[in-house]
């Protein structure tokens, strides 16, 4: 299985940007899609974006026009650009691979978004 490590979390206000990375133990060139997923205080996990090898992507509707994933196969990365961040945004995110016998999962990095 691929490891999977997320970095770029942190605090931020409202309207402000955050770049999360993942960064990848192997080669993800070949891993069908690659997402992110959100974890809200008491909620359950969402799926807010995803990217194929395609690079067709898809977008949770709270996040489409604002979030922009990414993946670069060359370095092993994957990312996701948030702009004009909400407090509804704040959680824990996960970098999710899935691909034939691939199903990992990093141990996510917390957004904190303030009003």
């Known amino acids: 299985q691929v490891q999977l490590v997320e970095s770029g979390g942190g605090l931020v206000q409202a309207g402000g940007s955050l770049r999360l990375s993942c960064a990848a133990s192997?080669?993800?060139?070949?891993?069908?899609?690659v997402a992110w997923h959100r974890q809200a205080p008491g909620k359950p996990r969402e799926m807010i974006a995803t990217?194929?090898?395609?690079?067709?992507?898809m977008y949770d509707g709270s996040v489409e026009g604002r979030f922009a994933i990414s993946r670069d196969n060359a370095k092993n990365m994957v990312y996701l650009q948030m702009d004009n961040l909400k407090p509804e945004d704040t959680g824990v995110y996960y970098c999710?691979?899935?691909?034939?016998?691939?199903?990992?999962w990093g141990q996510g990095t917390q957004v904190t978004v303030s009003s």
């Open positions: 990217m194929s090898t395609g690079s067709n992507t």
């Open positions: 192997s080669s993800i060139a070949g891993i069908g899609v």
């Open positions: 999710h691979a899935l691909g034939v016998g691939i199903d990992s």
